[in-house]
């Protein structure tokens, strides 16, 4: 009886399956019906992977207020600028997607479309380590030398890591690896 009742069930599961796959083709048959699914399908990907990566970071939030030394510098500065919005960049120097990803930022920053961004070094071993990433990305942001305290005080988890903060100094939003300067531009402009 047992072996009767697997048999039943095998003829059944495969019209099923026929079906589904027919039902996909023909959903996949038109052109641009199907790439509109693949392109729903990745947003769907990175819109979830994103928020794994960003689950623990603060938002909506007041910035943690943060004062460290200028690379090559015995000044002090504030991370954030007071009453305008701009972007705080976390990087370490070994990080290959850093040194891509950085200069997205500086350019933003040299055309005037962020009013300001700071970048923080962590996971240093000494300052000549952030002076040649910062010569070989040609970035011309304020460079701040941050601490495992830093790292404590934002949640930096992984690298690069930045904030948009905006001109009430909130974390408006935030993201983890690769971002396009039309990524960083976007997201500065919604925390407006």
């Known amino acids: 009886m047992g072996q009767s009742a697997v048999n039943e069930k095998q003829p059944v599961a495969e019209p099923r399956r026929g079906r589904i796959r027919s039902a996909w083709r023909r959903l996949r048959s038109n052109y641009w019906r199907a ?27 007041a910035a943690p207020e943060t004062v460290l030394p200028l690379l090559d510098d015995a000044a002090f500065r504030s991370a954030i600028r007071a ?25 933003l920053v040299a ?10 070094a962590l996971d240093y071993e000494d ?14 942001l304020p460079v701040l030398m941050g601490t495992s ?15 948009v903060i905006d001109a009430e100094g909130q ?3 935030r993201s983890v690896g690769y971002s396009t300067t039309i990524g960083m531009l976007i ?5 407006k």
């Open 111 to 120: 055309d005037g479309r962020v009013a300001w961004a700071t970048v923080i």
């Open 127 to 140: 300052p000549a380590e952030v002076r040649d990433f910062i010569a070989k990305t040609g970035v011309a």
């Open 187 to 191: 997201r500065n402009w919604l925390a």
């Open 35 to 61: 790439l509109l699914i693949d392109a729903a399908l990745i947003l769907t990907v990175f819109a979830a992977v994103h928020a794994w990566q960003t689950r623990e970071l603060p938002l909506d939030e």
């Open 83 to 107: 009453g305008e919005g701009g972007i705080v960049y976390f990087f370490a120097p070994w990080c290959g997607i850093c040194r891509v990803s950085i200069s997205n930022l500086d350019k």
């Open 171 to 173: 974390i408006r939003s």
């Open 149 to 163: 305290r830093t790292a404590g005080d934002w949640s930096i988890g992984a690298f690069p890591t930045y904030y």
